[in-house]
């Protein structure tokens, strides 16, 4: 039994996320998704919020041939320490999978093995695409799983990522 831990930030979850796990899905028997940044939302860079990226991938990943779980994980402002933290709140795994350097380099100082994945039409599958599409008003359903599409409608998402982007109004002098 192999299980795999990938970890990313996911805001939002996106085709290009899907086709690597689909991938891992041919190497492991179950996969620990693990939400970084989770603590982080309500902002530009950072959207949803932790229980919604746990919706998106949860419902996202419904059909797929494989045991998942979805493991929201704090940014802690200790590197050295957070593969340890990890650890703490994921179910075991015996392979990582990452392309982050710094990711990358904290599970093998740790022991870990890690595995990188072929990046998949990254020109369009980014997430700071689909963000900058949702706030210029473009189509970005396209580009992720219609369960996520589901999901950013049911908690207005779109309108939120708009509200928070824009500057300050300028406040109506009284005099
Ligand atoms: N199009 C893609 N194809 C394959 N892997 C991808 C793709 N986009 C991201 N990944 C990988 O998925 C993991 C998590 O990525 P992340 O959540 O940061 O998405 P992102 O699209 O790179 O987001 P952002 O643009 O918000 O930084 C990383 O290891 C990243 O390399
Ligand atoms: N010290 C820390 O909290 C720490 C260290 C390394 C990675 N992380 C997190 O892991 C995630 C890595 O995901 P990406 O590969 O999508 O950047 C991010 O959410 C990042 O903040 C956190």
Partial sequence: MTRGF????????????HRVVADIAEEVDELVVGIGSADQSHSVRNPFT?????????????DLDLVTYAVPLEDINRNAVWVSHVRSMSPNFDVAYSNNPLVVRLFEEAG???????????EVLR?????????????????VPDAVENVVSEVDGVERIRQVSDTDVEATPND
Wanted: net charge negative.
């Fill in 127 to 143: 997430g700071t695409e689909i963000r900058e599409r949702m706030i210029a008003g473009d189509d970005w359903t396209e580009l």
């Fill in 50 to 62: 932790g229980g919604e990226r746990i919706m998106m991938i949860t419902k996202a990943l419904a």
């Fill in 6 to 17: 990938y970890i990313g930030r996911f805001q939002p979850y996106h085709q290009g996320h």
């Fill in 112 to 122: 870990i093995e890690v595995r990188g994945s072929p990046m998949f039409d990254r």
